[in-house]
T-cell receptor, first 115, second 112 residues
Framework: GAGVSQSPSNKVTEKGKDVELRCDPI?????LYWYRQSLGQGLEFLIY??????PDKSGLPSDRFSAERTGGSVSTLTIQRTQQEDSAVYLC???WGQGRSYGYTFGSGTRLTVV | GENVEQHPSTLSVQEGDSAVIKCTYS??????FPWYKQELGKGPQLIID?????GEKKDQRIAVTLNKTAKHFSLHITETQPEDSAVYFC???????????FGKGITLSVRP
């Protein structure tokens, strides 16, 4: 696609439920990143994919968070047993990766609200 | 790991004036420094970036300067316009296979 697409754009869920957030990167971009942005805060790194593998998942806050990427394209971030502190905007970005431009292209994010 | 700091958290300028936003970083191995602009309800958008082998880069009204010795880099916006009002993030990384570490962002307001 022309840009990074994220769905849903908004998600309200009850505490304790599981949620899945989807990211569809720019076609051909091998690198994919998930970040979290809490209200008034900067961007907190969660996980990085190169192809289908995740060489850096150091930012995942707990074992309730997991992510996968299939076919070197779409990625899904899953949060199990959601807590109120998980409320944030979850941003996905993609880039060409090694040997090409380093610049990220971000999606518009998924605003997650846990009630 | 890398730590990127951005000060102040807000900046207000008169339309037509220049704005300068500064960031510092901690990891001397960092070699890529992008700036992102985020408008309300949107994801951050890359506006300019610089690599460690150059000291300055310009693109129309915006420029970025890098001082590797002092480990700081700055975004310069000239002839500011109301549409420049947004949150600006600086970031740093050590290369293509490493994550970007972002500063906390600065809210720039351009007064008409």
């Amino acid at each position: 696609g022309a840009g990074v697409s994220q769905s849903p754009s908004n998600k309200v869920t009850e505490k304790g439920k599981d949620v899945e957030l989807r990211c569809d990167p720019i076609s051909g971009h091998t690198a994919l990143y998930w970040y979290r942005q809490s209200l008034g805060q900067g961007l907190e790194f969660l996980i990085y994919f190169q192809g289908n593998s995740a060489p850096d998942k150091s930012g995942l806050p707990s074992d309730r968070f997991s992510a996968e990427r299939t076919g070197g394209s779409v990625s899904t971030l899953t949060i199990q047993r959601t807590q109120q502190e998980d409320s944030a905007v979850y941003l996905c970005a993609s880039s060409w990766g090694q040997g090409r431009s380093y610049g990220y292209t971000f999606g518009s994010g998924t605003r997650l609200t846990v009630v | 790991g890398e730590n990127v700091e951005q000060h102040p958290s807000t900046l207000s300028v008169q339309e037509g004036d220049s704005a300068v936003i500064k960031c510092t970083y901690s990891d001397s191995a960092s070699n890529y420094f992008p700036w992102y602009k985020q408008e309300l309800g949107k994801g951050p958008q890359l506006i300019i970036d610089i690599r460690s082998n150059v000291g300055e880069k310009k693109d129309q009204r915006i420029a970025v300067t890098l001082n590797k010795t002092a480990k700081h880099f700055s975004l310069h916006i000239t002839e500011t316009q109301p549409e420049d009002s947004a949150v600006y993030f600086c970031a740093a990384s050590t290369g293509a296979n490493s994550k970007l570490t972002f500063g906390k962002g600065i809210t720039l307001s351009v007064r008409p």
